[in-house]
């Protein structure tokens, strides 16, 4: 009989603890899905959630107002009072009557007040120290509360000039300006880069923006998960990439739409007409196996027509086009768009450029052109070829002529184009100035042009380099061409 009650109470007990164990399992499925469904949530609300919050920067907040803290005397330098000197008691009457009671009593007052005289000496010398610490404590706080006040006048002052120079709309000031809206926006910890560069072009009151966009990576590749009991496993259904794209390029304009959406919102000085945005993926090529940089979305908006819209009511990708936006239809598989402004060449030191090309109509000697002359046909000879060619304002320090960007995927990218109008053999030193200029400036190729040749050690530097040596007779083939232009070199 007890042995029964055992085994009914064992089997009730197992049962029990089967129970707790698919609940438990059963738990772990639904936590899952739960994560699931809290990372869609904060991926569909990336543009909601800036709706919410006032992008526009405080310079008050920027600037420092804290009083520097009081003067705390430390409480071991606390004064203490002056130690009193003991009473002797006179002796009773009947203490008298002892021979020699007077004497000895006379003794423990002499002896008493010897032992205050020593106590106060100690203390007057103990308070001394203790004042001399307290002054030294207090003039301490003093330099400290004067060099805390001095750096706070500074920083302020700095705010002032920056706050000022930014109404002013200086170029740099509104970047900084810019920068600092785009770095306080709070995405997602995992996944989101949010790396990005500004240029703005005071002239046309016109705000550049290159963005590292997040990698496909970030939607939740798994549909949702269940627990299979007949298993004992948490089994998980794959999202369809039908679906994962779907999510996808919505995020991408969302981040899109916000960031245009923050830089407008946050304008406080009337600085940006019109805002462009390139939004980017960094990845490796597969051909080369180099990092590189794939634009998959852009867009120019006015801020008069972009004020206008209701980005809570509206559906992301079709406001994007009708934006009249480059949207990349496989960001997934990093297919390009080409931007409707290369950053690169979105640069303060570009200058205009004339029609050098013309010129030679009548002087078509290229040694009679002035040296800035001959720099504006080069440029004007590579945007023939079909690159975006920017002429460069002159500069001492061996810097490029132009800057050309090459549209073609892969091949293609940033170069920089220096131009020598040189009687003599072009040395090997102008070869290295190139290719360090052409680091320096992270262009993808460096190609120099001359009116004469080059020696030999200036071909054995490029060898093996990204680099171009086109020659005087390179340059006239070229120009015959590419510009239909029958050009000389005469001395």
């Not at 310079?59 to 606390?78: C, H």
């Not at 052409?438 to 262009?443: F, Q």
């Not at 460096?446 to 171009?468: H, M, Q, R, W």
Request: aromatic letters at 8%.
């Amino acid at each position: 009989m007890a042995m029964a009650q055992l085994r009914r109470t064992d089997a009730a007990a197992a049962k029990e603890a089967k129970g707790h164990y698919l609940a438990d399992r059963q738990a772990e499925a639904d936590d899952l899905n739960a994560e699931i469904a809290n990372q869609l949530d904060a991926l569909q609300g990336i543009l909601s959630h800036t709706l919410r919050v006032d992008d526009r920067i405080s310079f008050s907040s920027l600037r420092n107002r804290m009083p520097f803290e009081d003067f705390k005397r430390p409480p071991e330098l606390a004064p203490k009072p002056a130690p009193l000197e003991a009473a002797i008691p006179p002796p009773s009457w009947m203490q008298r009557l002892v021979p020699g009671a007077g004497a000895k009593h006379a003794r423990s007052v002499e002896q008493s007040r010897a032992e205050h005289a020593k106590a106060l000496a100690a203390h007057e010398r103990s308070e001394a120290a203790k004042a001399l610490a307290l002054a030294n404590a207090h003039a301490d706080h003093e330099r400290r509360k004067a060099a805390y006040q001095a750096d706070q006048q500074r920083r302020n002052a700095e705010v002032d000039e920056f706050e000022a120079d930014y109404r002013a709309k200086e170029a740099d000031a509104v970047v900084a300006y810019n920068e600092m809206v785009l770095t306080r926006s709070e995405y997602p910890e995992e996944g989101f880069p949010q790396n990005f560069r500004l240029a703005f072009n005071a002239s046309s009151d016109e705000l550049v923006i290159e963005y590292e966009l997040p990698l496909s990576s970030v939607i939740p590749s798994q549909a949702d998960y269940r627990y299979v009991k007949t298993r004992d496993e948490i089994e998980s259904k794959a999202r369809k990439p039908a679906e994962v794209k779907k999510f996808y390029q919505d995020l991408l304009a969302a981040v899109t739409l916000r960031t245009l959406h923050e830089v407008f919102e946050a304008d406080q000085a009337g600085a940006l007409a019109l805002v462009t945005f390139n939004g980017v993926l960094d990845t490796v090529d597969p051909a080369s196996g180099r990092e590189t940089r794939v634009p998959v979305v852009s867009v120019r908006a006015l801020k008069t027509e972009f004020d206008r819209l209701y980005l809570d009511k509206v559906d992301k990708i079709a406001c994007l086009r009708n934006l009249g936006a480059q949207v990349s239809a496989r960001p997934d598989e990093f297919q390009a768009v080409k931007p409707i402004v290369e950053f690169d060449m979105f640069d303060k030191r570009f200058i205009e450029q004339g029609d050098a090309l013309g010129v030679l109509e009548s002087r078509p000697n290229l040694m009679d052109l002035t040296p800035s002359e001959f720099e504006t046909l080069v440029s004007n000879l590579f945007g023939k070829m079909g690159l975006d060619t920017k002429l460069t304002r002159s500069s001492r320090d061996g810097g490029v002529d132009a800057v050309a960007f090459d549209p073609r995927p892969v091949l293609g990218g940033k170069v920089v184009i220096q131009a020598k109008r040189y009687r003599d053999t072009v040395g090997v030193s102008a070869v290295r100035d190139l290719y360090g200029t052409m680091l320096n400036e992270g262009a993808s190729k460096g190609i120099l042009v001359c009116t004469s040749g080059y020696g030999t050690d200036a071909y054995n530097f490029s060898k093996d380099k990204p680099l171009e040596l086109i020659d005087g007779g390179g340059l006239l083939y070229l120009l015959r061409e590419h510009a239909g232009t029958h050009a000389r070199i005469a001395s």
